[in-house]
């Protein structure tokens, strides 16, 4: 037994045995990730160093990171060795880009399979297919083809969501692609008051994905929503946080993201 312990022990000290031991974490437990853009603001800043938990909707299919190379094939043909639980409602998540599937994006999950979303220039509403605890939440309602729709429902449970006060906003931006071309990942409809809006529903086994600063993020309503097969995991907690001056944000080092989400940071 002894002699095995040696062993095991040489091999973890060794090169190949650190290497290997590394890539194991990296493939199957947590993978570090910077948050490059204020999509997430006022939730998570840019800057903010985290780790992100690879099992929390099963283990994705390993990949060696920064040069992006799959280690196994996609044996379940959905993007994971194992498959897990999907994203819940309200959940933030890290998913590889649909359009780009080397780049990662962060976001929060506002819709499941089934789910309706409308846009409007008002903001966000959204049509529930089943029971759903965050319809509570919301102090407004739209009626639209017969179905209720719940305005900004995630907003009171996570006070980072907010609209930045931008000329160029989200709602202008989707008009302006439309306009000019562009395919957006929303149908535009014209609502009972004869205003435009932006409506989907979600597919099977697919997510909506919504930046907490609506107004400031690349997301699903320009490039629709996100298969199950590009959910890599959660966000876990934040190792290291710096801001544009290089200074260390010390208070938000070791904060994981549920103490942050019921902060508002300014």
């Known amino acids: 037994?002894?002699?095995?312990?040696?062993?095991?022990?040489?091999?973890?000290?060794?090169?190949?045995?650190?290497?290997?031991?590394?890539?194991?974490?990296?493939?199957?437990?947590?993978?570090?990730?910077?948050?490059?853009?204020?999509?997430?603001?006022?939730?998570?800043?840019?800057?903010?160093?985290?780790?992100?938990?690879?099992?929390?909707?099963?283990?994705?299919?390993?990949?060696?990171?920064?040069?992006?190379?799959?280690?196994?094939?996609?044996?379940?043909?959905?993007?994971?060795?194992?498959?897990?639980?999907?994203?819940?409602?309200?959940?933030?998540?890290?998913?590889?880009?649909?359009?780009?599937?080397?780049?990662?994006?962060?976001?929060?999950?506002?819709?499941?399979?089934?789910?309706?979303?409308?846009?409007?220039?008002?903001?966000?509403?959204?049509?529930?297919?089943?029971?759903?605890?965050?319809?509570?939440?919301s102090s407004k309602t739209l009626i639209y083809k017969g179905k209720t729709y719940f305005y900004e429902p995630y907003a009171k449970k996570h006070p980072g969501i907010h609209y930045e006060n931008i000329p160029f906003n989200a709602f202008v931006q989707l008009q302006s692609y439309l306009q000019s071309g562009h395919k957006i990942g929303m149908e535009p409809i014209t609502l009972d008051n004869g205003e435009l809006a932006f409506h989907t529903k979600i597919k099977e086994d697919e997510f909506f994905m919504m930046g907490d600063n609506r107004n400031n993020s690349n997301d699903s309503r320009f490039w629709g929503s996100v298969p199950y097969r590009y959910v890599v995991g959660k966000p876990w907690f934040i190792y290291l946080s710096w801001d544009s001056d290089f200074n260390i944000r010390w208070e938000r080092i070791g904060e994981t993201i549920e103490s942050l989400e019921t902060q508002k940071t300014p």
């Open 1 to 137: 037994m002894n002699q095995i312990f040696n062993k095991l022990g040489k091999f973890i000290n060794s090169w190949t045995g650190t290497i290997i031991i590394v890539l194991c974490v990296i493939f199957f437990v947590a993978q570090a990730f910077v948050i490059p853009s204020g999509s997430m603001l006022n939730t998570m800043l840019i800057g903010d160093n985290l780790f992100v938990k690879k099992y929390s909707y099963g283990i994705p299919t390993p990949t060696i990171p920064w040069i992006e190379i799959k280690v196994l094939p996609d044996f379940n043909n959905n993007g994971h060795l194992f498959e897990g639980d999907r994203p819940k409602r309200g959940d933030i998540v890290i998913f590889r880009y649909p359009l780009e599937p080397k780049i990662h994006y962060v976001k929060r999950n506002i819709g499941i399979s089934g789910d309706e979303i409308l846009y409007t220039k008002e903001g966000l509403w959204v049509a529930f297919a089943s029971d759903n605890p965050y319809t509570e939440d």
